[in-house]
C-alpha cells in the first residue's frame, strides 16, 4: 500500500499577520479534503513566529502568538531568536505552559532551575496507518545572548545528528525543524543523509520546489507569512520505505481575501494598544525626532543610556527613534512606537585609538540613506550615526567628555547590539563587550523617563 501524508509549514511570521487568516482558511480546507481521502496532514512552525515590534506580540510577550498557533490547529514547532532571546527567561519558560502543540528543541535548557514542561527534543507523530514520524529540530546558537538569559545552548548539527541517530531505527520517516538557516541545513543533509527532510528558515529563504542536498530535501518559504509550503511524502507499506518527497509553496497574497481581515488585523491591534496604555512618567514638553540631525529625543535617550551602562560615551544611529516624545503622560505604547526594536544596548572596552577609528568610520556618507533590514532593526532607513561625550577637534584629535584620549587608555562605548554581528564595525565582533539582556532600548528610556519626572 501507497500512503500519501501531507506536512504543510510555515516559518519567520515575524507576527506579519497580513495573510494570517486566509493561509489558514486554505491550510484547513486542504486538510478537511485530504482527511476525506483517508490522507493524514499535519501543520509545523519553523521559528521567529513572534516580533515584538508588533504591538499584540508586545503586549501579551508572545502568548497570543501561542493562542493563534492553537486556533490554527499547529502540531508542532520549533523555536527562533525571535523567541529565544527577546524574551526574559521567565517569559520563555512560561511561554508555551498552554500550547496545544509540541514544541521541539534540542539544544537549550536552563543553565539552573527546571526545564520548561513544553520543552522536547524529539517527538514522534503518527499517522492514520500507523506509520511513525519522528519530529527532531534546534534553534541558532547566539551563545552569549542565550547565557545573558540563562539558557544554555549546544551546537544545533551535533545535537541534531545525535537524535537522528537515536530515532532513525524507531521510525518509519524522520525530519527536521531547522531554525539555523540555509548554509547550517546544507552542512546537516552532507553530514546526516537519515533525515529525510529538513524544514529550513532563520535566512528567509525561499525554495518553490524545495532543495535536494545528499538525497535530504531541504524547504524554506521566505519571510513575513509571504509563502506557505506544502510538502507530500508516499509512504511504502510494503517495503517500508518513503518513495517520494514532493515539496511546493503557496504564494498567500492571491489566495481568497478571508472574510474580516481587515477586522482580525486591527482587533489585534486594538488589544496590544489597550494592553500597552499603563501611564508609566510625564513629560513637561514636547521631544521631537530627527531622521538626519541631533535632535531633543536622541539626546534624551542618549542620556537614558549612558545613565544606564555608566559608559564613558555612546553611539546610535537616528535611524531607532520612529516617533517623536510627545508633551504629558507616557503610555507603553508611546514608547513603542518609538522604539519598537527587539534590540539590546552592549558596551564595549576599547583603546582611544580603536575608539578614535570607529568614530572616523562612523563618519561614512552613505549609511543615513541606507535602508536597513534585519540585525533587529525595524525602522526603514538608518539616519546619522550620532555620537554622544565623543568628538573630534579641529586638530583631528579625539575628545572623550571634552577632554583629549589617551590613544592608550581604555574607554567603555554603549551602542545597539546590531553594530557588534561585524556588519558596521568589524573590530566591534572580537572586542571586549557586555550586553545588556533582556532590557530593550524602549526598557532603557522608560527607566530614565521614570528618574527625570
Given at each position: 500500500?501507497?500512503?500519501?501524508?501531507h506536512?504543510f509549514?510555515?516559518n519567520d511570521?515575524?507576527?506579519?499577520f497580513?495573510?494570517?487568516q486566509?493561509?489558514?482558511?486554505?491550510?484547513?480546507?486542504?486538510?478537511?479534503?485530504?482527511?476525506?481521502?483517508?490522507e493524514?496532514?499535519f501543520?509545523f512552525?519553523i521559528?521567529?513566529?513572534?516580533d515584538?515590534?508588533?504591538i499584540y506580540?508586545e503586549a501579551t510577550?508572545g502568548?497570543?502568538?501561542v493562542?493563534?498557533?492553537?486556533?490554527?490547529?499547529y502540531?508542532a514547532v520549533?523555536?527562533g531568536?525571535?523567541?529565544?532571546i527577546t524574551?526574559?527567561f521567565?517569559e520563555?519558560?512560561e511561554?508555551?505552559?498552554e500550547?496545544?502543540f509540541?514544541?521541539?528543541?534540542?539544544n537549550?535548557e536552563?543553565?539552573?532551575?527546571p526545564?520548561?514542561?513544553w520543552?522536547?527534543?524529539?517527538?514522534?507523530l503518527?499517522?492514520?496507518?500507523?506509520?511513525k514520524?519522528?519530529?527532531?529540530?534546534a534553534?541558532a546558537?547566539?551563545?552569549?545572548?542565550y547565557?545573558?538569559l540563562?539558557w544554555?545552548i549546544t551546537?544545533p548539527r551535533e545535537?541534531?545528528i545525535?537524535?537522528?541517530?537515536q530515532?532513525?531505527?524507531q521510525?518509519?520517516i524522520l525530519?527536521?525543524?531547522?531554525?539555523?538557516g540555509i548554509?547550517?541545513?546544507?552542512l546537516?543533509?552532507?553530514e546526516?543523509?537519515s533525515?529525510?527532510?529538513?524544514?529550513?528558515?532563520h535566512?528567509?529563504?525561499?525554495?518553490e520546489?524545495g532543495k535536494v542536498?545528499?538525497n535530504?530535501?531541504?524547504?524554506?518559504?521566505?519571510?513575513?507569512g509571504?509563502y506557505?509550503?506544502?510538502?507530500t511524502?508516499?509512504?511504502?507499506?510494503t517495503t517500508r520505505n518513503?518513495?517520494k518527497?514532493?515539496?511546493?509553496?503557496i504564494e498567500n497574497?492571491?489566495?481568497?481575501?478571508?472574510?474580516?481581515?481587515a477586522?482580525?488585523?486591527a482587533?489585534l491591534?486594538e488589544q496590544?494598544?489597550k494592553?500597552?496604555q499603563t501611564p508609566?512618567?510625564?513629560?513637561s514638553k514636547?521631544y521631537?525626532?530627527e531622521?538626519f540631525?541631533y535632535?531633543?529625543?536622541?539626546?534624551?535617550f542618549?542620556?537614558?543610556?549612558?545613565d544606564?551602562?555608566d559608559a564613558d560615551?555612546t553611539m546610535?544611529?537616528a535611524g531607532?527613534?520612529?516617533?517623536?516624545?510627545?508633551?504629558?503622560?507616557?503610555t507603553?505604547?508611546d514608547?513603542h512606537?518609538i522604539l519598537?526594536?527587539?534590540?539590546n544596548?552592549?558596551?564595549?572596552e576599547m583603546?582611544?585609538v580603536?575608539?578614535?577609528e570607529v568614530y572616523?568610520?562612523a563618519?561614512n556618507?552613505?549609511w543615513?540613506?541606507?535602508e536597513l533590514?534585519?540585525?533587529?532593526?525595524?525602522?526603514?532607513?538608518?539616519?546619522?550615526?550620532?555620537?554622544y561625550?565623543?568628538?573630534m577637534n579641529k586638530?583631528r584629535?579625539?575628545?572623550?567628555?571634552g577632554?583629549?584620549?589617551d590613544?592608550d587608555?581604555?574607554?567603555?562605548l554603549a551602542?545597539?547590539?546590531?553594530?557588534?554581528f561585524?556588519?558596521?564595525f568589524?573590530?566591534?565582533?572580537?572586542?571586549?563587550?557586555k550586553?545588556y539582556?533582556?532590557?530593550f532600548?524602549?526598557?532603557?528610556?522608560?527607566e530614565?523617563?521614570?528618574?527625570?519626572?
Open positions: 500500500m501507497l500512503e500519501t501524508i506536512i509549514h510555515t511570521i515575524h507576527s506579519h497580513e495573510y494570517w486566509r493561509m489558514h482558511n486554505y491550510i484547513k480546507t486542504q486538510r478537511q479534503e485530504f482527511s476525506k481521502l483517508g493524514t496532514s501543520l512552525d521559528g521567529d513566529h513572534i515584538r515590534s508588533n506580540t510577550l502568548k497570543g502568538n493562542q493563534l498557533l492553537n486556533e490554527a490547529q502540531d520549533t523555536i531568536n525571535n523567541e529565544g524574551l526574559a521567565e520563555l519558560h511561554l508555551y505552559n500550547a496545544n509540541d514544541v521541539i528543541v534540542g537549550i536552563p543553565m539552573s532551575g526545564k520548561p514542561k520543552l522536547k527534543p524529539y517527538t514522534i503518527r499517522t492514520k496507518y500507523g506509520t514520524i519522528g519530529v527532531i529540530g534553534t546558537i547566539f551563545e552569549v545572548f547565557k545573558e540563562n544554555h551546537e545535537v541534531l545525535y537524535f537522528a541517530n530515532l532513525r531505527n521510525v518509519d525530519v527536521c525543524l531547522s531554525h539555523l548554509t547550517e541545513d546544507e546537516l543533509a552532507n546526516c543523509p533525515i529525510d527532510v529538513i524544514f529550513g528558515s535566512t528567509h529563504h525561499l525554495f520546489e542536498v545528499n535530504v530535501l531541504l524547504t524554506g518559504c521566505g519571510k513575513f509571504m506557505t509550503g506544502h510538502l511524502l508516499q509512504f511504502d507499506h518513503l518513495v518527497k514532493k515539496e511546493m509553496v497574497a492571491i489566495l481568497p481575501e478571508a472574510e474580516g481581515e477586522l482580525f488585523l482587533n491591534t496590544g494598544k494592553l500597552l508609566i512618567f510625564q513629560t514636547n521631537n525626532k531622521w540631525h535632535s531633543q529625543l536622541s539626546e534624551l542618549a542620556k537614558a543610556v549612558l544606564f551602562t560615551c546610535f544611529n531607532i527613534l520612529l516617533d517623536s516624545l510627545k508633551k504629558g503622560i507616557i507603553n505604547y514608547i512606537k519598537p526594536h527587539p534590540i544596548i552592549c558596551v564595549i583603546s582611544g580603536e575608539l578614535k572616523l568610520q563618519q556618507e552613505q543615513p540613506l541606507l533590514k534585519g540585525l533587529g532593526f525595524r525602522g526603514s532607513i538608518f539616519g546619522k550615526m550620532l555620537t561625550e565623543f568628538t586638530q584629535e579625539l575628545l572623550v567628555n577632554k583629549v584620549v590613544l587608555q581604555y574607554y567603555k551602542t545597539l547590539d546590531m553594530f557588534t561585524g556588519y558596521f568589524p573590530s566591534f565582533k572580537y572586542a571586549k563587550k550586553y539582556l533582556p532590557l532600548l524602549r526598557d532603557i528610556l522608560i530614565y523617563g521614570k528618574k527625570i519626572v
